[in-house]
């Protein structure tokens, strides 16, 4: 599982920060979180295709979360997709899409999915899941949770034991919990691993530090901020509904999280090491994100 920052400004792009967007891999799904205008130029800097990106996912409808969109349906026309794309985001998402998708002049030939998100889950595959949680910004404002589904495996040595290794079985004893094999009856707890958590990416979208995001947050391997602002700027943190480092970082440290990584930094700051160092001083595995920057998880 691969996380790509490919925007790390906040609602200013500068000379070495694109607007806000950010790449999740996994496994073959491909997602967006968030994207901020020139986000498939970003992209052209990676190596992943705008192509193979199959939902875009989108924390609120300020233009520098959302308005990127509109070129890469555009350019995803012009280079013929065919398969579906889903956008999810907060109420109003599908006026903006519609708009798109009705403007003759992008002749769409492709089909786009809109769904409102609402506090929950919003999607579940066999082995993941996505949950939206509302946060505190200027406008209505969701974080998102990405939740790996915790993995079944077998113990080879029982399954050998039972003649059922590499068996086709298995996978049933998987699905039901219970077989028949050879006049025996075997249950899934008798021959499974103890179970292993998966994996958890939190992103926060624009907020302030708050409740909702750290009873997100708890126990993810990878926290993603909304760090506009630092301690110069308290103030206008909670006035204008942003984070600031080291409030965000307390919420870290609060809720376990293995790595916390800042973002969405206000053009005020030339050097955004500043806020990493007053994360750190909370939160040592503190990071400020960079354009470009990839996390393996
Ligand atoms: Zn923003
Ligand atoms: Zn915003």
């Given at each position: 599982m691969k996380v790509t920052f490919l925007g790390t400004s906040g609602s200013l792009p500068t000379k070495k920060r694109g607007q806000p967007a950010i790449h999740l891999q996994y496994k073959d799904e491909s997602m967006l979180w968030d994207c901020g205008e020139g986000t498939q130029r970003q992209l052209k800097h990676t190596d992943i295709s705008p192509f193979k990106i199959?939902?875009?996912?989108?924390?609120?409808?300020?233009?520098?979360?959302?308005?990127?969109?509109?070129?890469?349906?555009?350019?995803?026309?012009?280079?013929?997709?065919?398969?579906?794309?889903?956008?999810?985001?907060?109420?109003?998402?599908?006026?903006?899409?519609?708009?798109?998708?009705?403007?003759?002049?992008?002749?769409?030939e492709f089909e786009i999915d809109t769904i409102e998100i609402r506090k929950g889950r919003i999607k579940e595959r066999e082995d993941y899941e996505v949950e939206a949680f509302p946060v505190k910004h200027s406008t209505p404002s969701y974080g998102f949770i990405f939740k790996e589904k915790p993995s079944i495996n077998l113990n080879k040595e029982k399954l050998k034991e039972l003649d059922l290794l590499n068996h086709p079985k298995c996978s049933e004893l998987k699905e039901k919990g219970e077989i028949e094999h050879k006049g025996n009856k075997i249950k899934l707890?008798?021959?499974?691993?103890p179970e292993k958590e998966g994996r958890k990416v939190v992103y926060s979208g624009d907020t302030k530090p708050c409740k909702e995001l750290e009873r997100a947050a708890e126990n993810s391997d990878l926290l993603i901020v909304d760090s506009t602002f630092g301690e110069d700027h308290k103030e206008k943190s909670i006035e204008y509904g942003h984070g600031e480092a080291k409030g965000m970082a307390e919420i870290a440290k609060k809720a376990n999280v293995g790595k916390l990584v800042l973002t969405h930094f206000s053009n005020r700051y030339k050097d955004e090491r500043e806020l990493e160092k007053e994360a750190r001083e909370v939160f040592e595995e503190s990071y400020a994100a960079e354009d470009f920057m990839e996390i393996e998880i």
């Open positions: 199959n939902s875009a996912y989108i924390t609120h409808l300020h233009a520098d979360h959302l308005i990127g969109l509109a070129g890469l349906i555009q350019s995803l026309q012009f280079l013929d997709r065919k398969e579906k794309l889903e956008i999810y985001g907060p109420k109003g998402i599908d006026r903006y899409v519609e708009f798109f998708k009705n403007w003759d002049h992008f002749n769409l707890e008798d021959v499974k691993e």
